[in-house]
Structure formats: C-alpha cells, structure tokens
C-alpha cells in the first residue's frame, strides 16, 4: 500500500505551520490544532493508501492583477495540503538535479535546497539579483543582436500533469516512478480527473512548476547558452535576427506539442537587444527609488538589528507567545523609531508610495519590497497613504493586510477610522478574495474598541463571520450556529467550531465533545486545541 514518508510528514508539518498553505489567503488556524493533535494526525494520513485516496476540492477565487484581469488561485484542504507537500518533498532532490546548476545563472528562480524549519528555498540565493546581471552581461555581449522575451501563458493552471509525471520518472533515472505516480494521480483527482494544472498558491507547486521549466531550459540549451529565466519569463539571445524567429518558431512548437503550453501573445516578442533594453527591460539598478531604498535601508541595517526576534508575518507560535513576542518587538521599535536613519527610511517609504499613486503606476515589485520591509520595521508613516488609496493598491492586497496587521494599533484605527469605513462601504467588499483579505484585518484585535464593521452582513463568508465573532466575542452569533453545524462546508464549520471557545468553558466542553465523536480528523484536531486551553 503506498502511504506518505513519516519524515516527508513531518517536515510537511513544520513547513505549513512556520509558512503557509497557500500564498494568496490567510493562514489557515487549522495547522496549529493539527500540530497540537499530531500524533493522532500523523497516524491517519500514515494509513492513507495514496492510490484509494481521494484529496477534497479546494478553494479557489480570483486575485486581482495589475492589468485589470485575475489569477486563478487555490487553498487545499488541510490534510490535501500535508499529504502534497509531503509528496513533493519526497522528489525534491531529483527535480533541483534536473535543473541547470545555480552557478550558471540560467534558471534563477527558487533553488530548492529544504531546511530544518520547514523552508523549501534557498534563502541565501539572490536569484533576482543573478537573473538581472546575466540579462545586462548578456545585453553588453548581444548588444547589436536579438532577444526573445517568452512568457507562459496561465502557466500554472495549463501544466500537463502526465508530463510531469514523464519529468519524475526521467529526473529520477527510473527509481522514483511509484512517487511520480502517485503524485499524478493525486494532482488528476485534485482536477476531477483533468490532467491539467497544478494548484496555485502552495510553495510545492513551485518545486513542481520548476520541474516543467528544467526540461524546456533543456530544449533552449539545444539552440544556445545564452539565455536567463525568472519563472516562466524567459530571456534568449542572438546574433543574427532569423536565428531568433527559427527558434521561437521552434519553442513554440514543442511547448504546445510535449507541454501543451503557450506562449502568451502580449509578452512573448522578437526584438533588437537596444529595443529590448529601452522599452522591456527595466534596470532596477539604476532607479530612482530603488537607489533611495538601498541607501537609507543600510543605514538603518544596523540599528534594526537589535530587532532580535524572529516573527514569521503570518506568526508561527500559539497566541500567548506571540504576543509576548509582540511587545517586546514593540518595546524595541519604540527605541530605535527615534533614531535618525529610521527616520530617513520612513520618509524614503512614504515618498516613494506617494509617487507611486501620484504618477498611477503600480511597480509591484517595487511595492511589495517596500511593504515587506515596512512590515518588518514597523514603519508606520505610509498608513495614511495605504488607507486614503487603498483600492490603487488592490493587486498587493495581501502585503497590504499583513502589514496593517503588524502596525495598527487602537490610535491608528482611531485617528483613520474614516478610511476604515469608506473601505467597508466601497463596492470592492463585493468581491470574494477582497472581501476575505479585508475580514481577515477586522480579526485584529485592535479593532475591539470600534464598532467596525456595524454588521456582519459586509462579510461575505461564514468562516470570517466566525472568527470576526470570536475577536468580538459575540457568544450569541456563535450559539447560533451551534444546531446547524452540520449542514455547514468544511471551512465554515471548523471556523465556527474554533470559535467556540469564546463561550462559558462548561458550554464550550459539553458542544466541542459531542462535534469530536463525529467529527473528522481536523475537526478533532480543534477539538484537542481548545480542551488543551480550557
């Protein structure tokens, strides 16, 4: 019977609890009482016969894109999300051998190299910075030449999971069919028995989706050497203009007949390298901003170091300890928020976003980049900034959310409760992800004082209704679900079961016990989490 590697599990465990599930949604509440119910958890996936198993279907919505359109994103159930990371970390060697070596700076994005905390990446390896240096060594030595920009169209939703399966086995030399099988197999009844697409979102589709990428850099390799990819952007050089059309003519033709891929019309192109460098490729080297960031960052480098606590954005430590963490993060920020080169950072931030909006152009890199390290610093100057445009930067919205959630405090709210509620009334609270992202704000517990949102009719899902409840601890909302439980999908009813603690600890015992005898695995996990804090 083929079941899941226990060391596979168990650093599945350590990388969705330290992580994520899925990089477009909230953390999932459920990873903390699986890790607190594990030995129980273990042993059922443990007994899973990967072959008769059958992985629920996952949440999918629509994220917003700079351009206007959407992505198509995904969130596994929690124990499909255990099971497929496993999976994938079980092949993660032999599809990181399959790649061209790092040091050629070919295949720039996401080296695998996996760790003890559960990260499937590199983090030492500045991949960005690599790939941007090969394409202006490249451009100095094509620099009367030509270049094909590709890029995958729907690149993740399209992969063709028998020729993943093909990638494996090949990598492997043969010795890893079973676990390419397997995996197949789970991806075709994940797809209601599609062969097509990968989930977007959990950081083994990423592993995954470099496996496809190796074997097209190795049809690339039949033309030439120069060439550089980020992901499914893909730069090849040339001296001579019909070399160039020939094999994108023949790129082309291989995508579509071993990958059924394509390549997208809007940002696959044949160029001269001047044009390319003129209008396409951006040198983030030489602007404007990024100098100013680069600048003033190292500046403050060092007084953020006494910043010693490592506190993962999305927390990866039972609530009590993150909030001791929390104040005393905070009580050092307060020190080193007076210190000269802070306050340099903070007006660089605040300038750069101002600039952004004034101009309209939405560089999200550039943005996420700001955001992440204004999370991390505890830069408060570009609130007011963030809140006033806060449909502008719509397509970050997921930075936009951790990072007020790091910084808000009951003055903040207080002081822009104004932009709070114009937010809460825009017609963007119509749309699912958006709507999601923004209840998953309100959970705050900053947000007690305030009687924001006034009902729970601007909450479009069950699930954040639920934990919305919780921070309020509105005991009459939850009983009120309490017969209907049910009847309920997954999601809302685990919600509302996790909830339940804010009731009297008899009410809540009595309830969760009865839930426990019938419930599943997970539903018994947030069962085992809540007796253990009554």
């Excluded at 909030?323 to 300038?351: C, D, G, H, W």
Aim: aromatic share 12%.
């Amino acid at each position: 019977m083929p079941t899941v590697k226990e060391n596979a599990l168990e650093w599945s465990l350590k990388h969705l609890t330290r992580y994520y599930d899925s990089d477009f949604y909230p953390k999932s509440f459920e990873f903390e009482a699986i890790a607190s119910n594990w030995p129980s958890v273990k042993d059922y996936v443990l007994s899973l016969d990967l072959l008769k198993y059958t992985p629920k279907s996952p949440v999918i919505s629509l994220a917003p894109k700079p351009n206007g359109t959407y992505r198509i994103v995904h969130k596994l159930d929690p124990i499909d999300s255990l099971i497929f990371t496993a999976l994938v970390y079980e092949l993660h060697q032999i599809i990181e051998g399959y790649r061209i070596p790092a040091s050629e700076n070919i295949a720039c994005s996401y080296r695998i190299k996996p760790d003890v905390n559960g990260s499937f990446f590199d983090r030492d390896e500045n991949g960005w910075k690599n790939y941007k240096r090969r394409i202006k060594k490249l451009s100095r030595k094509y620099k009367d030449g030509y270049v094909i920009t590709c890029d995958i169209t729907d690149f993740y939703n399209q992969i063709y999971t028998h020729r993943l399966q093909n990638i494996i086995s090949e990598a492997g030399g043969g010795e890893f069919d079973e676990q390419a099988y397997i995996l197949h197999e789970f991806l075709l009844k994940l797809n209601t028995k599609t062969s097509r697409g990968i989930p977007v979102g959990p950081a083994a589709s990423i592993v995954l989706a470099e496996a496809i990428m190796a074997d097209i850099d190795k049809k690339i390799l039949s033309y030439t050497r120069d060439f550089t990819r980020w992901v499914d952007d893909i730069i090849i050089y040339f001296k001579k203009k019909e070399d160039a059309l020939f094999v994108f003519h023949e790129l082309t033709k291989y995508l579509h007949s071993i990958h059924t891929l394509v390549f997208s019309g809007e940002k696959s192109r044949t160029v001269t390298v001047k044009r390319f460098l003129k209008r396409y490729f951006k040198d983030e080297e030489k602007e404007e901003e990024i100098v100013i960031l680069r600048k003033t960052e190292e500046l403050a480098k060092e007084e953020f170091e006494k910043l010693d606590i490592d506190i993962s954005p999305y927390g990866s430590y039972d609530e009590e300890t993150e909030e001791a963490l929390e104040e005393e993060y905070e009580r050092i920020y307060n020190e080193v928020a007076e210190n000269e080169q802070f306050k340099i950072l903070s007006k660089a931030y605040r300038e750069i976003l101002k600039k952004s909006v004034d101009s309209n152009k939405l560089d999200v890199p550039l943005l996420r980049r700001i955001l992440r390290n204004a999370t991390k610093y505890r830069i408060r100057s570009i609130v007011p900034i963030v809140l006033k445009n806060f449909e502008f930067f719509i397509p970050v919205i997921r930075e936009i959310i951790i990072y007020l959630n790091k910084v808000l405090s009951a003055k903040l709210i207080e002081r822009h409760k104004k932009y709070f509620e114009i937010i809460l009334d825009s017609s963007i609270m119509r749309f699912p992800f958006i709507n999601m992202w923004i209840s998953h704000l309100l959970h705050n517990k900053h947000f007690d004082a305030f009687d924001l949102p006034s009902n729970y009719e601007k909450i479009s899902q069950i699930r954040d209704q639920a934990l919305l409840a919780r921070r309020r601890k509105d005991r009459v909302w939850i009983k009120g679900y309490k017969d209907g439980l049910d009847v309920l999908g997954p999601w809302d009813r685990r919600a509302i079961l996790y909830s339940s603690d804010i009731l009297s600890r008899d009410e809540m015992e009595h309830w969760i016990k009865l839930v426990s005898s019938k419930g599943d695995i997970v539903d018994k996990s947030i069962c085992t989490l809540l007796l253990s804090k009554s």
